[in-house]
């Protein structure tokens, strides 16, 4: 990990300074690096090579951080880890093309794994982040799509880029095919436990530690896990009260009563078991995940345990 982060640092060190500073910027707040660890542990599992895994999980974390500038813009969110977002600070369009270079860059990462497997699977997970990210926008206060069309969503926007994190580890660890199933159902599962328990965290953490205002979900028209549940158990809400207000009164409604609007959904969710059950759903995803590497059959190694206890970070995490 500390070579990955040495890397990271030089990300456009070559090209004019304006750039370097944007760069230097917008990898200097590093999220959790999950996924770059996952690549690496992945790799331990089976045949680890320095120079491939390594710049696998240096491009899977540039794809990360390059959807989430391209996300920021979209969602025209102020923060992002606690900090102001590119789009906050310079624009859309630094954000837009920020972004596209941090695509490209990523892109080069992964071409220098010599993999065409690896490829193809980054290519087709770029794809699936925007295809996510489209969808969004596309239901956002439309929510008669329910669960099914939540779960489209989590498996592009989120458990993508988590598996092909865990796949090309394997892949590119010359893991067998019955094992890169294992590595595929851990990585699906372990990305979706963590887009549930992100959807929590957006209805109840301290945004302090989450790094962005509470409830930006809802004020976006983006119904998570929890109010989906809410409203499952409560179809009146469809039609009356806060939710169908945000919903139907969104063009309208001044910035207090929106404020208002979610603070009173807020308390709705918060005290509902709808929490406690999108936990519920994420230990179950979480237990997935254990038995997906279970079945993978390799003496005693440190890199199985260690992705074992990235699932409990997962599902015990605060931000």
């Known amino acids: ?49 320095p120079d491939v895994h390594i710049s696998m ?28 977002t590119i789009t906050a600070r310079h ?11 941090l695509f490209a860059s990523s892109a080069e990462m992964v071409c220098a794994t010599n993999n065409v497997r690896v490829i193809t699977l980054f290519s087709r997970t770029l794809r699936l982040l925007a295809d996510g990210e489209l969808r969004e926008i596309q239901q956002a206060f439309d929510w008669t799509g329910g669960l099914e069309e939540y779960w489209a969503r989590v498996e592009r926007k989120t458990a993508s880029l988590f598996t092909t994190a865990a796949v090309s580890g394997a892949v590119l660890g010359a893991a067998t095919e019955t094992e890169i199933d294992a590595v595929t159902e851990y990585g699906m599962s372990l990305g979706t436990a963590f887009q549930v328990v992100d959807d929590i965290l957006d209805l109840q953490g301290d945004a302090s530690e989450v790094g962005k205002p509470i409830g930006s979900d809802l004020r976006g028209g983006i119904l998570t896990l929890p109010a989906l549940l809410y409203l499952g158990d409560h179809p009146e809400l469809n039609e009356k009260g806060p939710f169908a207000r945000l919903r ?12 208002q609007c979610v603070d009173e959904a807020l308390h709705l969710i918060r005290d509902s078991d709808a929490v406690e059950n999108s936990y519920a759903v994420a230990n179950r995803l979480a237990d997935r995940a254990r038995q997906a590497l279970g079945k993978i059959n390799r003496p005693a190694n440190p890199a199985l345990q260690s992705l074992m206890d990235i699932i409990d970070f997962v599902v015990q995490r605060h931000s």
């Open 1 to 49: 990990m500390a070579e990955v982060e040495r890397r990271l640092r030089t990300i456009g060190e070559d090209d004019f300074p304006w750039l370097d500073e944007l760069l230097r910027y917008i990898l200097a707040t590093p999220g959790k690096r999950a996924r770059p660890a996952v690549t690496l542990l992945a790799g331990h599992l089976f045949d680890f090579d």
């Open 57 to 84: 999980a240096v491009a899977v974390e540039l794809l990360h951080t390059a959807s989430l500038v391209h996300d920021d813009s979209v969602d025209k969110a102020p923060l992002r880890r606690g900090v102001a």
């Open 91 to 101: 624009g859309d369009a630094v954000a837009l093309l920020l972004g596209d270079y």
């Open 248 to 259: 139907d009164e969104r063009e309208t409604m001044t910035e207090p009563d929106r404020e």
